[in-house]
Every structure is written in C-alpha cells, then in structure tokens.
T-cell receptor
Framework: GQQLNQSPQSMFIQEGEDVSMNCTSS?????WLWYKQDPGEGPVLLIA?????ELTSNGRLTAQFGITRKDSFLNISASIPSDVGIYFC???????????FGKGTLLTVNP | DAGVIQSPRHEVTEMGQEVTLRCKPI?????LFWYRQTMMRGLELLIY????????DSGMPEDRFSAKMPNASFSTLKIQPSEPRDSAVYFC????????????FGDGTRLSIL
C-alpha cells in the first residue's frame, strides 16, 4: 500500500534534548495524525490536525499541519526517558476513513 | 473507559492451520479497522467496516483471509490456511463517525506461523 515518507527512521538523543520528525507525501491529506507505539502495545494517538497551517500542542509535543497539506511535523521538547518508542504519522483523505501510515521514527532517549 | 480489546495477544501455530483473531471495538464506535504490521511493510490496512458492513477490503492479501462483523461489538479476522509469511502483528482499531475522527487501536495479536 501507499506509504508516507517519514524521517528520520531513528534518533538517538540525550535526555533534555528537543526532537523533530516529519512526514511528507506527494498527495494532499485533509487530516494528519501522530501516534506513538510502545513495545507490545498498539499505537496511541498523540495529536490530530484538521486544518492546513494548524499548530497544535499536547504538553511537550507540538505538531503542525503543513500549508500545502502534503506534510506535517512533530516536535518533542525537553525529552525524557519515557518518550522512547516508535512515532508514526498518518494521513487521511476527505471522507475516506482509510489512514495511510508512515514507516515510523524509532526514538531512543539516553538518560 | 474500556479500549479496543483484542484476543489472543499471542498465537503460535503451524502452517496450514486455521487462525481466528478477535476484536471488540470501543462501545459506540461504528467504524472498525483491521491492520497488519510488519517490519518490511509497516502498518497496512486490511479491511474496514461501517455499521458492521465491510466497506473496503482491498487490502486483504488473498482469499485465505476473511473478516466478519456479526454485530457492533465483535469482529473476527480469519486466515485459512495459514502460511509463515502471515506472521505479523495484527491490530484492530475503531472510531466513531464524523469527519476526521481518530482511530483508537487495540494492543494487537502477535501471530507466528511455523
């Protein structure tokens, strides 16, 4: 199936550092979602974006819906060890309820 | 609130056997989705239902896969006969109707076909 281009594939950072990851697509999406997956668990929704240009925060997490509707980024400020996991972006088109997922960014935080 | 509940959490079986994965969506959600996750292909949508009716099964890999939703609180994904390449983590997710409502995932079934 179609995939979003998510980068980076992995990140190794020190506790306290800020993190940024992004997703790009050749197609337009009407909704962008960011999920986090911990080992042995399902993806958990972090942030949902519904309008082009929208900037939304959830605690230390901030995400933006790109103006072109073809990209989104997620920032994590002041990382902590529990931020470790795989972060996925997902896009949704119109009234179609199908989600297209990126391949994920594996985040490792060194205490 | 109870989230999406999947069973079993782990399944190990020999190739050729029938495998049935189960899902209970969040109460009140009218959309249900089945995904497969592998290292190579990431998260792939297999099929989704709306009000218990299959809407799009274009992601179902082949005829060995089938899914049913006999009522609003239960769905199954069946593989018969199973093959080693079916080994993956299978997730069920549900959402409510309305534009852009996010999907909520269960914890998955880790399937290993020997």
């Amino acid at each position: 199936g179609q995939q979003l281009n998510q980068s980076p594939q992995s990140m190794f950072i020190q506790e306290g550092e800020d993190v940024s990851m992004n997703c790009t697509s050749s197609s337009i999406f009407n909704t962008w979602l960011w999920y986090k997956q911990d080992p042995g668990e399902g993806p958990v929704l972090l942030i949902a974006l519904y309008k082009a240009g929208e900037l939304t925060s959830n605690g230390r997490l901030t995400a933006q819906f790109g103006i072109t509707r073809k990209d989104s980024f997620l920032n994590i400020s002041a990382s902590i060890p529990s931020d470790v996991g795989i972060y996925f972006c997902a896009g949704q088109r119109g009234s179609n309820y199908k989600l297209t997922f990126g391949k994920g960014t594996l985040l490792t935080v060194n205490p | 609130d109870a989230g999406v509940i999947q069973s079993p959490r782990h399944e190990v079986t020999e190739m050729g056997q029938e495998v049935t994965l189960r899902c209970k969506p969040i109460s009140g959600h009218d959309y249900l989705f089945w995904y497969r996750q592998t290292m190579m292909r990431g998260l792939e949508l297999l099929i989704y239902f709306n009000n218990n009716v299959p809407i799009d099964d274009s992601g179902m890999p082949e005829d060995r896969f089938s899914a049913k939703m006999p009522n609003a609180s239960f769905s199954t994904l069946k593989i018969q006969p199973s093959e080693p390449r079916d080994s993956a983590v299978y997730f069920c997710a549900s959402s409510s109707s309305g534009g852009g409502q996010p999907q909520h995932f269960g914890d998955g079934t880790r399937l290993s076909i020997l």
